[in-house]
C-alpha cells in the first residue's frame, strides 16, 4: 500500500505541474496536452480506488490513518478533474467567441440583406401583443376587485339583515308574552268579577232571610 500511495501521490504532483502550463500551450498543441493529463487523471483515480480497497483491508490502528489518506488523495485529484474542466470550458467559449468574431469580420452587408434587417412588424406586433395582455390583466383585476367589493357589500347587507331579523324575532317573543300575559290577567279579572257577583248574590240572600 506503500508503494502504491507515493505512485499515486507522484502523479498527482505530475499532474499539477502540467495543468499550471495549460495556458502556456498553444492553440494546436492544447488538445494534445489536455488528453494526456485526462489519461493521467483517469489512471491517478484507478489508483485511489485500490487504495480505499487497501485501506478497509489494513489493521484497525491503522485503518484510520490509511483512510485519511486514501481520502486526502481522492480529494487532490477531484481538484484537479475541476481544474481542467474549467480550463475546457474557458478555451470553448474562447473558441467560440474567436469564431463569431471571424464569421462577423468576414461577412458583407448589403443595404438590403435580409438577414440585418430588423422585422419592425413583428416587433409593433409584439408589442400591440403585450400591451393588450397587460390591458386585459388590468381589466381582469379591476373586475376581481369590483367583485370582491361587491360580495363586501353584500356581507355588510346579510350581516345588517340578520340583525334585524333577530330584533324582530326578540320583539315578537315579548309581544308573545305581553299578550299572554294580559289573557292570563283578564282571564283572572273575569273570575273575581263572578266571584264577586255570586258573593254579592249570597248575602243580598242572607240579609233579606234573616233580617227581612
Excluded: W
Amino acid at each position: 500500500m506503500e508503494t502504491l500511495y507515493h505512485q499515486t501521490n507522484k502523479e498527482i504532483h505530475e499532474v499539477q505541474s502540467y495543468m499550471g502550463g495549460l495556458e502556456k500551450t498553444d492553440r494546436e498543441s492544447v488538445h494534445l496536452l489536455e488528453n494526456d493529463i485526462q489519461a493521467r487523471v483517469d489512471r491517478i483515480f484507478t489508483h485511489v480506488e485500490r487504495l480505499e480497497i487497501l485501506a478497509s483491508k489494513e489493521p484497525p490502528n491503522r485503518r484510520q490513518n490509511a483512510k485519511l489518506r486514501a481520502d486526502q488523495l481522492k480529494y487532490d485529484i477531484q481538484h484537479l478533474q475541476t481544474g481542467l474542466r474549467n480550463f475546457q470550458h474557458r478555451r470553448y467559449q474562447r473558441d467560440a467567441q474567436d469564431r463569431e468574431r471571424e464569421e462577423l469580420m468576414s461577412r458583407t452587408f448589403t443595404t438590403n440583406d435580409a438577414d440585418t434587417s430588423i422585422p419592425m412588424d413583428e416587433t409593433l406586433q409584439m408589442n400591440s401583443n403585450l400591451h393588450n395582455a397587460h390591458q386585459g390583466m388590468d381589466d381582469l383585476l379591476g373586475s376581481g376587485s369590483s367583485i370582491l367589493n361587491g360580495l363586501r357589500d353584500q356581507r355588510g347587507t346579510l350581516k345588517g339583515t340578520h340583525k334585524k331579523m333577530l330584533d324582530v324575532a326578540n320583539m315578537l317573543g315579548l309581544s308573545n308574552t305581553v299578550m299572554r300575559l294580559i289573557e292570563r290577567r283578564a282571564t283572572q279579572d273575569k273570575l273575581i268579577m263572578i266571584g264577586g257577583m255570586l258573593l254579592t248574590c249570597v248575602i243580598i240572600f242572607l240579609v233579606i232571610r234573616y233580617l227581612g
